[in-house]
């Protein structure tokens, strides 16, 4: 089976492109399950219970999310009526919402989608390596098709993750940093891994925002207000093929679409 995994949808760019082309790339790919990062999606920081239904509207199966999902209040009532919408799983388990969902393929396959959030550089919150665990450890065993989405901040906490979680999960695909990497492989145990599958939004712009308010910013250390970028839509993603009988992944590939 194919999984189509979306990197971090920023603002209405990253949104408008993923509704030109998200329909073509699940038909064309044969995609039986898609997935993508949205918590930059409402104006670069957090969701809005609107933009989540319209995403879902097109054909987005289950949304993940980071450390910017709570950004608008909004989201907190949205988030236990709407189990496709993840929140890292590794904040504290009173906050609303869930950070595991096991979805139905279009195959019928089913697939358990784990967002988890680093703790280098980000708040500190409950430890990933072992809040994996006990995500893995209460899954029902039949459930083969395990991926993983890890917004995390550095190379080296995702690497380690990814290399942690080795034959226990079908993919470990990183988000976060809005750089796609080069890195994409099966790992030993059949474990797809990339660091970071990119955004889905305005390239012509620092990580999203406006490239000479960026420069600025770095020029004189003052906290110039970051706009979002307008122009350069891409979309960014990884299509990762699985054997839903074993859970391991046999291939992994980057996908870009640019206007």
């Not at 990884?238 to 839903?244: F, Q």
């Amino acid at each position: 089976m194919n999984i189509l995994f979306i990197g971090d949808i920023f603002a209405s760019p990253g949104r408008a492109v993923v509704a030109r082309h998200v329909q073509e790339i699940i038909g064309a790919e044969k995609i039986q399950l898609a997935i993508a990062n949205a918590e930059n999606s409402a104006g670069g920081f957090g969701i809005t219970p609107t933009i989540a239904d319209d995403l879902f509207s097109m054909g987005i199966d289950v949304l993940t999310s980071g450390n910017h999902i709570w950004d608008k209040k909004e989201i907190f009532d949205y988030l236990p009526r709407t189990p496709r919408l993840l929140r890292p799983a590794n904040y504290p388990s009173d906050l609303p919402g869930n950070g595991c969902f096991v979805a139905k393929a279009r195959n019928g396959v089913r697939v358990a989608v784990i967002d988890l959030q680093g703790r280098v550089h980000l708040p500190a919150i409950d430890d990933p390596f072992r809040t994996a665990d006990r995500i893995l450890e209460s899954l029902d065993p039949a459930v083969k098709v395990r991926f993983v989405d890890f917004h995390a901040e550095v190379t080296s906490e995702k690497m380690a993750l990814g290399w942690y979680l080795d034959g226990r999960v079908s993919a470990v695909i990183g988000t976060h940093t809005h750089i796609p990497t080069a890195d994409e492989r099966i790992l030993a145990g059949g474990t797809a891994y990339q660091t970071d599958v990119g955004m889905t939004g305005p390239y012509d712009s620092v990580i999203g925002s406006e490239k000479n308010l960026a420069i600025r910013r770095f020029l004189t250390g003052m906290p110039i207000r970051l706009d979002n970028a307008k122009s350069g839509a891409e979309l960014h993603a990884v299509i990762v093929t699985i054997d839903e009988e074993t859970g391991r992944a046999t291939a992994i590939r980057r996908y870009m679409r640019s206007e």
